[in-house]
């Protein structure tokens, strides 16, 4: 399956973005997402994780409250609605296909990363 995410960009500090992740190939409906972001001179780090249903979610603790993570089979698309925004949220902010799990190893197809820049 090949990823393609989007809606990244820059804003103030309080203002939300919601991201997107097209997946092209595969059986989309049978795969668990992840978002995962990585900042400047940071490790990638977990975010929000679904499963292939979208009947259970997982959030990091760091956006809990703020992001929310859906999924639509239909459309073959993962979205991360992220509100609230922070100046610490800034990052690469990346999508992926694997086993539900806030370890990124557990990922085995990742898209190409869209940039999400929060000004304070």
């Known amino acids: 399956v090949q990823l393609q995410a989007s809606g990244g960009g820059s804003v103030q500090a309080g203002a939300s973005l919601k991201l997107s992740c097209a997946a092209f190939?595969?059986?989309?409906?049978?795969?668990?997402m992840g978002w995962f972001r990585q900042a400047p001179g940071k490790e990638r780090e977990f975010v929000a994780a679904i499963t292939w249903s979208g009947g259970l979610t997982s959030i990091a603790d760091s956006v809990k409250g703020r992001f929310t993570i859906s999924k639509d089979n239909a459309k073959n698309t993962v979205y991360l609605q992220m509100n609230s925004l922070k100046p610490e949220d800034t990052a690469v902010y990346y999508c992926a296909a694997g086993r539900f799990s806030r370890n990124d190893d557990e990922y085995g197809y990742w898209g190409q990363g869209t940039q999400v820049t929060v000004s304070s």
């Open positions: 190939g595969g059986t989309f409906s049978r795969h668990n």
